[in-house]
C-alpha cells in the first residue's frame, strides 16, 4: 500500500508536506511534532516526526535514543498482547550530520473520540445514565489493567489520550473489539513493579479527570482492581490516596 505511493521510504515521509495536528514538542534536546495524512483508500494516518528528540538509557547512556522509536516497539508489544492501542504502519529513522531524525506512522482510530471531549459534551448537555458511565469506566479499567500487565507505565494517561469507541458508547454497537484505546505511547516505560505503573497513571488519570463523581471514581478503581464494589485493604489504601490527589 504504501509503496505503491511512493511512501515506504523515510526521505518520502520526512520531506512530506503537512499540516500539523498541534503545536510541536520541543525539549530533550530536539523537536517532535505529530501531523495527520489523509492516505488515499487507507483512511487517516498520524504521522510523527522527530530530530534529536531522546530519551538515555542504561543501553544508551550518551546519545539516547528516538522517543518514536520506544513508542513503535510497545505499539508492537501492546497488539501482540491484546491491549488496543493505535495500530502502527511504519517507523523509520535516519542520521544526517550527526542528527537523529525518525519517522513513526500510525493508523488513526476512525470512529474514537477522546475521553475528555466526551466527558465534556456530558458537562455541557447532562451527564448520561449510571449505566452508560458504568460501561465507560469499565472498559477504560480493562485498557489499563492489560497495559499493567505487561509491566508497562503509559506516564502521560490524561483523558485525551484515551480514545472511546462512539457507537458502542451510544449504545448502537455492542460487539467491538476494542472499545476503548490507547494513544500517545512515546513516554511508556517498563517498570520491575506492576505497583509501581498504577500508582502513577491511576493518580495521573485521576487528577486530570475532570467532572467525574466520588462514586464513579471509587467504582472505576473497584473495576480495575477487579473487586467490584467491596475493596480489600490494600484498595483502600490506595483510594485514600488517590481521593486526596483528586
Not at 538509557?57 to 491491549?83: D, I, K, M, N, Y
Not at 449504545?171 to 517498570?191: F, H, N, Y
Amino acid at each position: 500500500m504504501l509503496g505503491a505511493q511512493g511512501l515506504d521510504r523515510f526521505e518520502a515521509w520526512w520531506a512530506l508536506q503537512l499540516d500539523e495536528v498541534e503545536p510541536g514538542n520541543r525539549r530533550r534536546g530536539g523537536w517532535s511534532t505529530v501531523f495527520r495524512h489523509g492516505l488515499d483508500g487507507a483512511g487517516g494516518l498520524f504521522v510523527k516526526r522527530q530530530e534529536d528528540h531522546v530519551y538515555r538509557s542504561l543501553r544508551h547512556p550518551l546519545r539516547g535514543r528516538l522517543t518514536a522509536e520506544r513508542e513503535f516497539r510497545v505499539l508492537q508489544r501492546c497488539l501482540a498482547a491484546g491491549v488496543a492501542v493505535a495500530q502502527p504502519v511504519l517507523y523509520a529513522a535516519q542520521r544526517d550530520g550527526g542528527h537523529q531524525r525518525g519517522v513513526l506512522v500510525t493508523r488513526e482510530l476512525a470512529g474514537y473520540r477522546a475521553l475528555v471531549d466526551v466527558v465534556d459534551d456530558w458537562q455541557r448537555s447532562g451527564w448520561p445514565a449510571r449505566a452508560t458511565r458504568e460501561r465507560l469506566l469499565r472498559a477504560v479499567a480493562d485498557v489499563l489493567r492489560r497495559l499493567h500487565a505487561l509491566h508497562l507505565e503509559h506516564r502521560c494517561l490524561y483523558p485525551k489520550h484515551v480514545m472511546v469507541h462512539v457507537a458502542w458508547l451510544a449504545g448502537e454497537l455492542d460487539d467491538v473489539a476494542a472499545p476503548v484505546a490507547l494513544i500517545d505511547l512515546e513516554k511508556c516505560k517498563r517498570r520491575w513493579r506492576r505497583a509501581d505503573c498504577v500508582r502513577r497513571d491511576l493518580d495521573t488519570l485521576n487528577r486530570r479527570s475532570a467532572g467525574w463523581s466520588r462514586t464513579d471514581r471509587r467504582r472505576f478503581l473497584g473495576y480495575y482492581l477487579s473487586a467490584g464494589r467491596r475493596l480489600d485493604a490494600a484498595g483502600r489504601r490506595l483510594w485514600r490516596q488517590l481521593a486526596r490527589r483528586s
